[in-house]
């Protein structure tokens, strides 16, 4: 037996974000976002399933509270609907939108619990879409009015605010493989995005110093690790082009200042080139509180020539998968923190996500989703491993309080440690929930 112990500071939570799980897609003004446009569009997203209802989140907001409560967490991260606030994503301020957040953010303080407040979780008002989207900078202005009208608002009462979630898959998986909405399969499209959406993280950033806000503002992208097949310097840098078009891509911009010149030579070969405008650069790199680090999968890959976008090849290793057919591999976890921490230095570091899909249903009254709690203690394990070698880690949150709206998957895969009936909308706390309750208490466990 080990024991697996964390420092007495660590801050625990639970995340979700706004399309997911609030439902209440027509109410109180809210505007239709590229996720409604997309999961109404005939074969998007798997069953025809789409967000309408979701966990009906937006009315059942205070049972979600308590299962937080009791679960002892810190800190909640949850996303704001940009639609709710701005239906036409400029103009005119919907009133019932922001009360909703405040009801909603009073009642967590309420409760004890921190609120962490992610701006954009990939829900861009419908209207921003159809002149453009993130391929327009006007939509990056759009933004800033968006996250100003928020920092004014809620000044004094969320402290910790994320502007973009992933932005890696509003770009790539969204404009180039397509998979999330709008659905574009282009890559300059796709680079040009990327390249917006780090200006819009860097003009918000500058709004908040601007103002004063009394807290701390960060971005969350969602990272993996590509471990080389062999020595061999061709896989070596296989792996190193999957890595950086998560990590570096999005990171060297905001703490370097410029793009990592590997990448920016390889997209070149392939006729990509960057939409960069005198200032850009600077305006994206600006000092931020902390970095979310969202992870939770990676592999074994090596070169293979004319391959993907990147000349390489995952190999299947037969390492344990979860019900979305993702890789179990917390080694990665603690190899893409510690290598966060070399190539940009120590700053506060919060796990913005982790966790897994496990589809376990609940019997007799119980949801034994073992493969989740497993996932939960590799991954603390190497968290732990990680701040042991001197890792900035502030905190640790879950993906997710609930089962969802998994997006491309609609409510066929599972990432909750509460259960939820997506027709009764009845909540049942998974073995994974008393687990991880136990874990925050003692703030350690026994592996
Ligand atoms: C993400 C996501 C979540 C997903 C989770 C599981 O940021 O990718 O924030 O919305 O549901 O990652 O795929």
Redesign the pocket.
């Known amino acids: 037996m080990a024991i697996i112990q964390f420092p007495k500071d660590i801050k625990w939570g639970a995340a979700t ?1 706004s399309y ?1 799980i609030e439902g209440a897609a027509e109410e109180d003004g809210r505007g239709p976002s590229i996720w409604d446009t997309f999961s109404k569009t005939p074969g998007k997203v798997l069953n025809g399933d789409n967000g309408d209802v979701a966990c009906d989140s937006y009315h059942r907001y205070e049972e979600d509270i308590e299962l937080l409560k009791e679960l002892g967490v810190d800190v909640y991260r949850f996303s704001v609907a940009w639609p709710r606030i701005f239906p036409n994503g400029t103009g005119e301020i919907n009133k019932k939108g922001i009360e909703f957040y405040h009801k909603f953010v009073d009642t967590l303080l309420e409760s004890g619990i921190e609120p962490m407040c992610t701006l954009y ?1 990939w829900d861009l008002p419908q209207a921003l879409q159809e002149e453009g989207g993130w391929n327009n900078r006007a939509t990056i202005d759009a933004f800033v009015q968006y996250a100003e009208v928020m920092f004014r608002e809620f000044s004094g009462k969320i402290k910790y605010w994320i502007t973009l ?2 932005p890696w ?1 509003t770009s790539f998986l969204s404009n180039f493989i397509g998979a999330h909405a709008p659905g574009n399969t282009d890559l300059q499209l796709a680079t040009n995005i990327s390249h917006h959406l780090l200006i819009a993280h860097g003009r918000a950033v500058q709004k908040f110093r601007e103002l004063d806000i009394d807290g701390e503002i960060g971005f969350a992208p ?1 990272t993996t690790w590509m471990e080389p097949f062999s020595n061999k310097e061709e896989d070596i840098d296989a792996c190193r082009r999957e890595v950086a078009w998560f990590v570096e891509w999005f990171m060297d911009p905001v703490f370097k200042g410029e793009y990592p010149k590997f990448m920016i030579d390889w997209f070149k070969n392939k006729g990509i080139t960057l939409p960069l405008e005198d200032g850009d650069l600077e305006e994206i790199h600006q000092p931020i509180d902390f970095l979310g680090i ?1 992870y ?1 999968t990676g592999d074994v890959c090596r070169h293979k020539e004319n391959n993907g976008l990147f000349d390489s090849e995952t190999v299947d290793m037969g390492l344990d998968r979860t019900d979305i057919n993702w890789p179990i591999y917390p080694d990665g976890f603690y190899h893409v923190l510690t290598y966060v921490k070399e190539r940009y230095g120590n700053l506060p570091i919060y796990i913005t ?1 982790n966790g897994s899909c496990y589809n376990e249903e609940p019997v007799d009254g119980s949801v034994k989703d073992t493969g989740r709690i497993q996932y939960l203690q590799k991954h603390l394990t190497s968290l732990s491993r990680a701040i042991e070698s001197g890792v900035n880690i502030q905190g640790y949150l879950t ?2 309080l609930l089962d969802n709206f ?2 491309a998957e609609g409510y066929s895969k599972r ?1 909750g440690i509460v259960f939820v009936d997506f027709h009764t909308l009845e909540r049942t706390k998974k073995d994974s929930y008393y687990w991880f309750k136990q874990t925050i208490a003692n703030n350690r466990f026994e592996v």
Do not use: I
Request: aromatic share 26%; net charge negative.
């Open positions: 974000a997911q979780h979630n992933e898959c969602n969202n939770y996500e993906w997710s998994e997006w990432f």
